[in-house]
C-alpha cells in the first residue's frame, strides 16, 4: 500500500512539473510599427513581428497582423528592427587580458591540432562577451589560434551560464593556416615590400602528407587504432565540417582552390581574402565563400589603393561572391563590439546597406550551417533579432533599444555601466 501512494505521489510531482513547464514555454507577444530589415534583401515599413514560444510566428504589415492571436502586443513605432548579427572567427571567452597570460587560453602547442575544440575553453563569465552582446551580436563563431591546422571551430550564443548551455553548434569546422608564399621584407614596424618565402614548399608538403593520411583515415568506419587527430578530420571529407583556411594574396588564393579540388573537400571558406576579388569567377564557381579581414584595414601593399579594404566588400557583392565579416587584427576580441560601424565603413564607400545586412546575419549563419534556425527575421526561425532607434550601421545614431535571443528580452546592461551606476551614487549622496 506504501508503494502505491508512493508511486502515485510521485506520477502527480512530474504531472505538475511538466504543466508547469508548458505553461512557461506558452508565451506570445507581437512587435508593431516597425522599420523591418528582414536581413534576406527586403524591408517592410509599418511592420510587426509576432513570436510565440521563442519563434517567429508573423512577419508582415501590421495592419494584417492577428493581434488576438498573441498574449502581448507592443507598439515599437519607428523603432528598427534587425537579425542577430555573428561575430566570425573570434576569440571571444577564449582570452579576457591579452596582458594576462592566465586569461589567454586559445592556442595549444603542436602544429597540427584539429582535435583542439575551442569550445572546451569558452569562458561564459566574459566580461567582454557582455560588451559585444549589447552592441547587438547575439551569436560567435570561436575558433582556436596557434599552430597550421589550429583546431576545431563552434558557434556560441553569447550568453548562458557555462559553456554547454552557451553552446549553439559545436566543432561545425576546422580552422588553418596556408603556408605563406611571400613573407615581408624588413621589420614589422619598417616594411620593405615582399619576398618569396623559401620554407613554402616545404610547409605545403607536411599539410598535403596530413591530409593524405586523414583522407585515407576516413574511409575506414573502425579503424585498427583510433587518433583522435585522425577523427576530428572526418567531418571535412564527409561534408559534416568546412575548412576554414586563411589566406590573402591571389596566387595563395588559386592554390586553395586546386587543394579543394584535389581532396574533395565540400565545404570551404577563405580567412581574409585581401586579394579575392581578383578570383571572384573561380571561387562561385568552387562554392568558396570569404571572411573578409577587418574593413578599417591599412592596404596590404604599397601600389594599392588606401582604400582597398573599404571597397573590397563592395567589389565581391558586385561579383557575386557569398562573404561575411570579420575584425581580425589588433585587439580582435573586444573590437568585435565595433563590427557594425566597421560594416558601416564598407557602406560608405558603395557597399548596398541590404546586402551588408545579409553578409552580417544571414551569410555567416548559412556558412555556419545554422540558417534554418537564425539570421534572417523569418516566418518558422528563432526570435533573434534586434531593436535600435538608429540606423545600426551609424555610430551617430544607433542605439540598442532590446535585444531578443529565442524570443526572450536580454539584459543589456555591462559591467561599465554597473560600475557608472555604483559610483554616481556614491559621490552624490
Known sequence: ????????SFLILIMASLLSHGQKNETSFLLTELHIFTGTGTIIENGAVGVKNGLIDYVGATNSAVTK????VISKSGMNLYPGFIAMNTTIGLTEIDAVRATRDFRETGDMNPNVRAISAYNAESEIGETILANGIL???IAPRGGTIKGSSSVIK?????WEDAAYKSDEGIVMDW????KIKGDDDDPQGYEPDENYVKNLAAIEAFFVKSEAYSKNTIPVERDLRMEAMRGIFDGSKRLYISADFIKEIREIVAFKRKYNIKKLSIIGGYDSWMAADLLNENEISILLQRVNSLPQLAEDALDASYTLPTKLAAAGVKFCFTMDGSMET????????????AIGYGLNP?????????HPAEILGIGERTGSIETGKEANFVLTTGDIFDMRTAKIAGLYLNGRLINLETRQERLYKKYSQRYTE
Request: hydrophobic share 45%; no cysteine; proline share 2%.
Open 1 to 8: 500500500m506504501k508503494n502505491i501512494k508512493f508511486i502515485i
Open 158 to 162: 553569447l550568453q548562458g551560464d557555462n
Open 354 to 362: 541590404n546586402t551588408a545586412l545579409t553578409a552580417a546575419t544571414l
Open 69 to 72: 492571436n498573441y498574449l502581448e
Open 179 to 182: 603556408p605563406k608564399m611571400f
Open 334 to 345: 573586444m573590437q568585435n563590439r565595433n563590427l557594425t560601424f566597421n560594416i558601416g565603413t
Open 139 to 141: 551569436f560567435a563563431q
